[in-house]
């Protein structure tokens, strides 16, 4: 009797394990960031840190971007290596960016404020 109970119950609980862990893996996906969906373009403050010797990167501390993400100090990519040239390092810059969907983030346009 109790072990028709316990099976009983057993099986019950694998159905919400599996039901409570599909609605978290989709509730995941939908508030996954955007790190690397779509291609999107956003503007964005921030002060120029560094660069990458070889031009490729540029290390922005970038103040929170709507509907990107909070701030943070990352690299973006410039398009052309006068981007590179335009700013200092130290500098307050305004920039515009799209990201990619490999997750990389382009430097359409980048100037001192
Ligand atoms: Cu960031």
New binding site residues.
Partial sequence: MFEKWAARALVVCGFLTIAVGLRWSRAEAVTAPSCCGSPATYTARGVVKSRQADGKYLLIA?EKIEGY?AA?T?SFEPRRPEQLAAVKDGESVRFTFTTTEDGRRLLDSIASE
């Fill in positions: 970038h993400m943070m990352m």
